[in-house]
Each structure stands twice: as C-alpha cells, then as structure tokens.
C-alpha cells in the first residue's frame, strides 16, 4: 500500500524531516510511527498525504508514485485517503453531519448514499443523535471521534492519523485507538503516528520507531532490494 | 448517470443557497457591495435612456434630412403638381409630396393652437410647397446643396429650405453620446468586475480554514471556486435590479417637470423609458460581470490557499 524508496526530505528553512528512510507497509496493515517531536513522524504522513513532496527519493501509495501525480489529480488522490487531525479540524460553524458529509460532498456523491453513509460514519464512532449539534458542543473526544467518522466515511482504503490521542486521556485514547484498530480488521490500511508508548504496546501492532529522520533499530524488515543498492 | 446529474445539480442548487445565505447573514457589507454596482451600472443605462429619449423628442432626426420648396404666391396648384413631377424623374430625390396652401391651413389650425385667431383671416397666406425627400445615398452635404441649387433656379421658386446642418451636428452629438455611452459602460464594468473582485477575495480570506479543510479531504478548485462565482453572480443581479430600480425612480421624478416643459412647447411628450431588452441587458451585464469579477478572483486567491499542516 506504501513504499518509501530512500526518501530524503529537506524543509526549506534547511531543516531535515526524513533522511534516506526506505519502509514499507502492506494493505491491510495497522502501522504505529514512533518517536520524539521531530524524528520524522509528521513528515512521513504528510509525504503520504502530498501535504509535502520528497526532497529526494520516491513514495508510492496505492500503487501510485506521488511525484509524477499532476496536481489536478491530486484531489481524486486526497478522496481515496482518510485523515485524522490532532486538532481533529473541524467546522465550527458547521454541524456534525455537515462537517462528516464534506469528504462525500466533495466527490458528488447523490444525497441519499451521503445520508446512508454519514449515518453508517458515525454509528461506527459511537455519536448517531448528534448530527445536529454543533462541533464546540462536544468534549474533545467526541470531537476526535467526529474527525474520525469523517476520515472514514468515504470508506478509504488508507486511513492516516496524527496524534489522533494527543488531546485525550488515557481512557479515551485506548478507546479511539481501538476504533482504528476495528477498521483494520474489516481491511482498511491504518497508519497512525503517536507518542503514547504504551497504547502502542497494548494493542500489539507493528511499530516503525523513527528518530531523527532514521528508522531507529531493527523492528522493521527493510525492503532487500532497497538496501543493496544504498 | 441521471441520478450523478441530479446530484450534480443538486450540488449546484446547494452551493447557490448556501452563497445565498452568507449574503443573507452579512445583509450591510452586501448591501453596499450592491449599492456600489447598482451605480456603476445606473450611468451606462442613465446615458442609454438620454439619448433614446433625444432621439424620441426631436422625432428622429434621421428622416429630416428634406428640402421644403416653397413657392411664390399665385403660382396654381396645377403648376405645383407640374413641378413636383418633374423634380420626381430627377436623380437623388427619393420623393416628392405637394402640400397644397389649403392643406397646409388646415393642418395649422388644427395642431398650433392658433385655430381661433386662423378663422379671421380673409384669405390663405400660405403658399404651396413641395416636400422633397432626398434619396438615401444623396443625403450628403454636397447632394444637399446641389438639390438646393436645382429648385432655387426655378423661376417659380420662393424659398428652398433645408435643416440638413442642424440635423447633421444634432446626428453628430447623439454619436458623441454614444461613443461616451460605451466608453463609460467599458470603465465603470471594469469598476464593478474590480469590486466584486475585492468582495469576493476578502470572502475567501475569511473562510481560508475552511477552504483548507475542504482541499484536504479532496475538494478540487473548481468544487471550492463554485459557492464564489455563485455569490459573484447574485451580487450582479442585486447591483443589476437595483440599478433598475434607481433607474425607474429617477425617470419617475423627471416625468412630471418634462412633461410640464413639453406642455410648454405645445407637445404632449412623455419620457421613454428602458425597453425590455435593455433590461435584460442590464441584468445580463451584471449578472456577467458578477461572474466574471468572481472567477478572476477565485481563480488567483484559491490557488494560494494549499493545505499545509
């Protein structure tokens, strides 16, 4: 589903985000990205989503390489990702069931299927009867869950999430990864970048350690192919 | 395929109510936005109106371009049909119509006011005269005066009058007007294209996060670009209709003083006020520049606004 070939990214204030990091993730996967503020975590998702561009070095997801995707593509591309925010990047003027129906609003989807799925989106998360309240209305983790909801309710094949827990407490944060953990069993690609070690630990996934840029240790196979010609 | 243009439409109906109802909840920031389009427009149409109404009042000019031959008293009637059918075969006269002394009384009694005072009057004053109409392609200044210089010959001739200069610089200031009509419509559309331009950036800026987010989960251009050029389009047909009705006001308020200025010339002039089609042109004008002013906008600002995390 995702392969990083030897990417380098340079920010241009001069800042290195990745350097030469090769990885890979199946579909179907569930993906934790390890490490401090500022090993690569962020950078990597972003490269996922074509927030950014590589400096160096080739991403392909979904059997797409992202640099040869002309931008007008790019929307169509966007519609085939959900993601999930730290600050969940909501409307907040708009209410809970505008603000899950915008990634189906935007691809033209016929009313009916939008009231079908929206409905279906946020059953899975816990919060049908709240379509109608306004975003600000609801505590933090129902927020998270609504950004949830609308992350997956175009049904993507690849879900990515930022620090989907950094605002939560413990409690509700091992119950939102456990959400993600439900879409990975039903075959979505879940790739989540997180600092909470343990969450990590207790729901038992492959975990990518990143730092400063690097691949930290061995938990991962690197792609033989990949390093031999390093 | 019937049921992705249905929801293609309904998408459409969606972006157009939603633009609807931010105009709405801004209802003074609009206002004046309409206010100052509505104005630009109201000149152009104002001009328009002007020299239609010139045109109206001097009764088109454009068929004035004539020679009155009158000719000498006591020369009979049957003479005057004799000359009228020989100017006739001559080249550059369209045609020729003989207004007998008596026909001509008789339309002055009846149109100048003067019936009564006519009535003391022993005998005709008035002589017959012939009404040339030149034709079209002798309406020169130079044809003119040749025709002029034909009848004045004859001996039977008073008098050969013609208005053709007055008619000509009055056709020449009414092009004037029209060159200034155009002139003003290209700068003032300008004015309105650079303030719904303005209107809409501004808009853009304030619902930046939203455009954000929007990009984000896949929304291309021309999805986030479509509520913009509708609110271009309605602002447009609000500054279109109200130029309308600033337009119908003011001839409301002109009708009474014209009328009692015609009253005073004897006339029973009213003022003319826009065709049908004027108004839709008007309306499409605004509705065009609505548009045009938002896409142009739309299409540099959006652009800019790329999502970054």
């Known amino acids: ?230 | 395929m019937s049921l992705g243009l249905a929801s293609y439409g309904a998408r459409h109906v969606q972006a157009f109510l939603s633009s609807l109802g931010r105009l709405a909840r801004n209802p003074f920031g609009s206002l004046l936005t309409v206010i100052v389009i509505a104005l630009a427009l109201v000149l152009p149409l104002g001009l328009q109106l002007f020299v239609n109404n010139a045109l109206a009042a001097t009764g088109g000019f454009a068929n004035a371009v004539d020679l009155s031959v009158y000719l000498k008293p006591g020369v009979p009637v049957a003479k005057a049909e004799q000359l009228a059918q020989s100017a006739r075969a001559r080249a550059g006269i369209a045609h020729v119509e003989v207004i007998s002394a008596d026909a001509a009384l008789a339309e002055f009694r009846a149109n100048s006011g003067f019936g009564a005072a006519l009535g003391a009057l022993t005998s005709n004053p008035l002589p017959h005269v012939l009404h040339v109409h030149p034709a079209a392609d002798a309406e020169s200044q130079a044809s003119l005066e040749s025709l002029r210089r034909y009848f004045t010959a004859w001996p039977e001739v008073d008098l050969v009058q013609t208005d053709a200069q007055w008619v000509m610089r009055f056709n020449a200031i009414l092009e004037v007007l029209r060159h200034l009509l155009v002139i003003a419509a290209a700068v003032l559309g300008a004015g309105v294209i650079a303030v719904i331009g303005n209107t809409i950036r501004l808009e853009i800026l304030n619902r930046r996060a939203e455009i954000e987010v929007t990009k984000l989960v896949g929304g291309s251009n021309g999805f986030v670009r479509r509520p913009f050029l509708y609110e271009g389009i309605l602002y447009g047909l609000a500054g279109g209709l109200l130029a309308w009705g600033i337009a119908a006001g003011a001839l409301a308020g002109l009708a009474e003083p014209i009328a009692a200025l015609a009253r005073s010339y004897g006339s029973r002039y009213v003022l003319v006020g826009p065709t049908p089609q004027e108004l839709e042109i008007l309306i499409l004008c605004g509705v065009t520049l609505g548009w045009l002013g938002a896409w142009v906008s739309a299409s540099v600002h959006l652009r800019s606004i790329e999502p970054r995390d």
Do not use: W
Not at chain 1, 35 to 42: F, P, T
Not at chain 1, 61 to 85: C, Q, S, W
Not at chain 1, 108 to 118: A, F, G, N, S, Y
Not at chain 1, 173 to 186: D, G, I, W
């Open chain 1, 1 to 230: 589903m995702i392969i990083f070939d030897r990417v380098s990214k340079r920010y241009p204030n001069g800042r290195a985000g990745l350097t030469n990091l090769s990885l890979s993730i199946d579909a179907g996967e569930m993906v934790f990205l390890t490490g401090r503020s500022g090993a690569g975590k962020s950078t990597v998702l972003k490269l996922i989503t074509l927030l950014e561009r590589p400096t160096r070095g080739t991403v392909v997801v979904g059997g797409k390489n992202t640099a040869t995707l002309a931008k007008r593509h790019m929307p169509a591309f966007r519609r085939g990702i959900g993601i999930v925010f730290q600050d969940h990047k909501l409307l907040p003027e708009r209410p809970v069931y505008d603000n899950v129906a915008l990634p189906l609003v935007v691809a033209d989807t016929p009313l009916k299927e939008i009231d079908k799925r929206v409905r279906a989106a946020l059953d899975q998360v816990g919060l049908l009867g709240k379509e109608r309240a306004l975003p600000l209305e609801l505590s933090v983790g129902e927020q998270q869950r609504v950004g949830i909801a609308r992350a997956v309710v175009s049904k993507p094949a690849l879900l990515i999430a930022d620090e989907p827990t950094g605002n939560l407490d413990p409690d509700l944060a091992l119950e939102v990864m456990r959400l993600f953990k439900r879409f990975q069993e039903v075959g979505v690609t879940v790739v989540i970048a997180t600092h909470a070690v343990h969450l990590v630990r207790e729901l038992a996934q492959r975990e990518i350690a990143l730092d400063d840029g690097h691949i930290q240790g061995a938990d991962i196979d690197p792609l033989p192919g990949m390093v031999a010609t390093r």
